[in-house]
């Protein structure tokens, strides 16, 4: 049985998350959507807005992990409870939008459904989507890491409150100099097609340096080069790279060539790995890694990749932005 899509609205607080769901879903009407709202206070407002399940903010935190491997309980009892409600109804259960807190960040969401077995079967996470508000976005950004941590786990920006600063020129720069090649969409272009159709393998690979990088203290850094790979040896490296700096990594991306007819799309938030995907090779065999970091000297991560490579003759391309 397919697993049950998962899309998670991200945003700081007053992004306009619950005001873009509840005109989202007014076009959209499905007995088979599911809403979950995430919310801090306790009096829930964004439960009276949307016709939505409620959970309060409820983490297990784990002794021997950082934050990214605390899991969401109160998420797994709710999604459990949502499941036996549609079977009793005998209805399918065919996609759940989860609306996170201003303050959330996305990796203890992500590892909840990795490291849960009954959810890890039931649901897979298809994307994430962070709002961010046109008037008051770079504020949030230059002064909350919650907003940079947002950014760089999501796969598609929504900017919101276009009406309020048409310009968002600057704004637009600041995003992509934490998370390069990132779609930014207008919330008015933004239909319920755009929520099913974005993918999390999308990559952008770029080549030139981003001169608009506005903060020394996350980078990020693209590495290239022609040679297929051991897959076995690689995800050792990965692993052992992200057990070390997994706290300071936020974001990895990758197509691998592994000589195989297909590449393998790696996709990951801080050091929490999604299970690795093929897609069909309609690229050129050219292996391509992004890392998004955090208080991390790029040079670490390409002398350990440079290390690994270090028997093969082939000239290895790095590119630093």
């Not at 397919?2 to 619950?18: N, R, V």
């Not at 093929?278 to 890694?289: F, M, P």
């Not at 998004?292 to 991560?301: H, M, S, T, V, W």
Request: with cysteine; charged share 20%.
């Amino acid at each position: 049985m397919a697993k049950i899509p998962i899309h998670i609205i991200t945003g700081f607080l007053g992004s306009g998350k619950t005001t873009f769901l509840k005109e989202l879903l007014s076009k959209e009407k499905q007995d088979n959507i599911a809403i979950i709202v995430n919310e801090l206070g306790q009096i829930s407002l964004d439960h009276s807005i949307l016709d939505a399940d409620f959970i309060k903010e409820k983490t297990l935190f784990l002794n021997s992990g950082c934050m990214c491997c605390n899991k969401r309980e109160d998420l797994i009892q709710k999604l459990r409870n949502l499941l036996d409600n549609y079977d009793k109804k005998s209805q399918i259960l065919q996609r759940v939008i989860i609306e996170t807190t201003g303050l959330a960040n996305p990796a203890p969401i992500i590892f909840t459904f990795l490291s849960d077995a009954f959810l890890f079967h039931h649901f897979e996470i298809s994307n994430i989507i962070t709002c961010i508000d046109a008037l008051n976005g770079l504020d949030h950004i230059e002064n909350n890491e919650e907003a940079y941590n947002q950014i760089a786990s999501s796969d598609c920006i929504l900017m919101t409150k276009n009406d309020l600063n048409a310009n968002t020129q600057i704004l637009n720069e600041k995003i992509n100099s934490i998370h390069q090649g990132i779609n930014i969409i207008k919330k008015e272009n933004f239909t319920f097609n755009t929520l099913l159709n974005t993918k999390r393998q999308e990559i952008f690979f770029n080549k030139t340096p981003n001169k608009n990088f506005h903060n020394k203290n996350i980078q990020s850094i693209c590495i290239s080069f022609k040679k297929a790979i051991d897959w076995s040896i690689f995800g050792i490296w990965l692993s052992m790279l992200l057990h070390q700096y997994g706290t300071q990594i936020l974001r990895v991306k990758g197509l691998l060539d592994i000589g195989e007819d297909f590449l393998v799309n790696i996709n990951g938030v801080g050091h929490i790995i999604h299970p690795p995907t093929h897609i069909k090779n309609t690229y050129d065999k050219e292996n391509k890694l992004v890392f998004i970091a955090k208080n991390l000297d790029p040079l670490k991560i390409i002398s350990s990749l440079e290390s690994f490579l270090a028997l093969s003759k082939e000239k290895i391309e790095f590119i630093i932005n």
